[in-house]
């Protein structure tokens, strides 16, 4: 279970249990030492003490305190009616009085409720600016920053970005007593090995300090389209959240985030996002209150093996895959199309589809940049100006032009049933009447296109980059490749709402 490091109540646990094993599991660690051969040099290369990195960083990181006040809607609740005169209608209108209720039947008044978490931060700017999780502070109306020495400063809110779980917050320090602030560091110069520290305040205990290295980079955790953590194995519990990794240098690498746990408490599977990241959405909050985002205006998919192979890649699977363009996006303006693999943008490799919204999120909005694409096996360069994505749930799909379908006539091809498009089928199976190409009627359960997804309603848009309207422009298609020795074939399949994806499907 990955979750949030961060917010946790402002209780301390119950009680710290002993285990009863823990003098059996030191000398099994003693004995596995003494068989491995680990003691001694092995173990020796990390750094003798932090204690020196954590003294020069410690009074930076801050404790946050964010209190939210919501009005509670009270139940209409209103005091029994009861006969006059009876012994107990004195007590029972005192009693709903109390609680400010009449016997009239007037509704109470609402009652207050207040919830109060913990977090972390750390303080990047001498003048008072703070950095934290999102999810730490939430919609609180009252954030307070606590310093190392105690000092407690109330806050207010610069910007939040929900996206990468990043606010920034401004202090206003004490006259006598100055902020200290730390650096970012280049958390692209981070190797999985190197050491780090995580300083912040678990479990509401206070600022504590834990050590570890980098376990991976690049981590995609499925929080977001904008994945791209730093795994580290120091340990991260509820309430380190935003508090800051270090390199030992003292530089900021990350921002404690989340962590993978069954129990809630480190398994030493943490993540942090990127000071790359990070320091440019921080910037943004700074400047405008908000973060403004490159927009391209495509929907993608990721390409496997056999849509690679179906696409004649080169180099084997890689890039973004253009599944559908949005008419008023910079894309489609561009020239970019469907089918188009997007292999390098603005100068950095496209490895996957799941960089693309990273790196076109952090390209500054009206910048001109060059994308490389690879079209119907070849490549080509595309000079785009980029928009700004202004709404998340902006439509980023639009279907291309496709030839009005032919009489319709019952065709098998691929373990599917097909027929062209009529107003019967468009009423059967709901298809918009903006959706042009071969209607899915039946799938075999046995075939590949029943395992990659394909059902009946479905519309077969192209087949191999070339678009179709009848069954037979699907068999001729098919009978193509196939003498061409394809492995594969790419299909550009719609769904009967217009929403289009790419299946690859083998010929073998």
């Known amino acids: 279970m990955i979750s949030a490091a961060g917010a946790t109540t402002a209780r301390r646990p119950r009680a710290f249990r002993h285990s009863a094993r823990s003098a059996f599991a030191a000398l099994s660690l003693a004995t596995t030492v003494a068989i491995t051969g680990l003691a001694g040099p092995a173990l020796a290369k990390g750094p003798e003490s932090l204690a020196d990195l954590a003294d020069k960083v410690t009074d930076a990181v801050v404790n946050i305190s964010a209190s939210t006040t919501v009005e509670a809607k009270a139940p209409g609740r209103t005091m029994p009616q009861l006969p006059q005169g009876t012994p107990f209608e004195d007590l029972f209108e ?124 690049g981590r995609n955790i499925e929080s977001g389209p904008y994945d791209n953590y730093i795994q580290t194995d120091a340990a991260i519990n509820k309430g380190n ?24 408490g480190s398994v030493g599977i943490g993540f942090a996002v990127p000071s790359a990241t990070a320091s ?17 205006g495509v929907r993608i998919q990721n390409v496997d093996d056999a849509t690679a192979d179906a696409l004649g890649l080169k180099g084997g699977a890689k890039g973004a895959l253009i599944a559908g363009v949005d008419e008023k996006g910079p894309a489609k303006t561009s020239g ?136 037979a422009d699907v068999t001729k298609r098919v009978d193509q490749l196939k003498k061409e020795n394809r492995k594969s074939v790419l299909l550009l399949v719609a769904a009967v709402s217009g929403d289009v994806r790419f299946v690859a499907i083998g010929l073998e």
């Open 94 to 217: 005192e009693f709903f009085n109390k609680r400010g209720q009449r016997g009239d039947g007037d509704s109470p008044r609402p009652q207050s409720r207040k919830s109060n978490s913990l977090g972390s931060g750390f303080i990047i700017d001498a003048s008072g600016i703070v950095v934290t999780n999102n999810h730490v502070i939430g919609d609180a109306n009252d954030i307070q920053v606590i310093l190392h020495n105690g000092t407690k400063l109330k806050a207010e809110i610069i910007g939040k970005d929900p996206k990468i779980d990043l606010a920034v917050l401004r202090v206003k320090p004490e006259a006598d007593k100055p902020l200290k602030a730390v650096p970012f560091g280049d958390s692209e110069k981070m190797r999985p090995g190197d050491w780090v520290i995580a300083i912040g305040n678990p479990f509401g205990l206070g600022g504590s300090v834990s050590a570890g290295i980098v376990s991976a980079r």
């Open 241 to 264: 959240s935003g508090g800051p990794l270090f390199n030992m240098d003292g530089e900021v690498i990350g921002i404690n985030t989340a962590i993978l746990s069954p129990t809630g």
């Open 280 to 296: 440019q959405v921080i910037d943004q909050l700074r400047e405008f209150g908000e973060v403004r985002r490159g927009w391209l």
């Open 336 to 471: 970019l199309e469907i089918g188009d693999v997007i292999t390098k943008f603005n100068g950095t490799v496209v490895k996957s589809s799941s960089d693309l919204p990273r790196i076109v999120a952090s390209t500054p909005v009206g910048k001109v940049v060059e994308v490389i694409v690879v079209r119907k096996g070849a490549e080509t360069t595309k000079s785009v100006t980029l928009g700004r994505l202004d709404d998340p749930e902006k439509p980023q799909l639009a279907n291309a032009k496709q030839p009005e379908a032919a009489e319709p006539a019952i065709r098998q091809a691929l373990g599917l049933n097909l027929s062209g498009i009529t107003d019967e089928l468009r009423r059967r199976f709901s298809i918009k009447d903006s959706v042009k190409g071969v209607v899915v009627t039946r799938v075999d359960p046995n075939s590949t296109a029943a395992d990659k997804q394909i059902k009946p309603g479905e519309v077969i848009v192209e087949v191999g980059q070339e678009s179709v309207s009848s069954p």
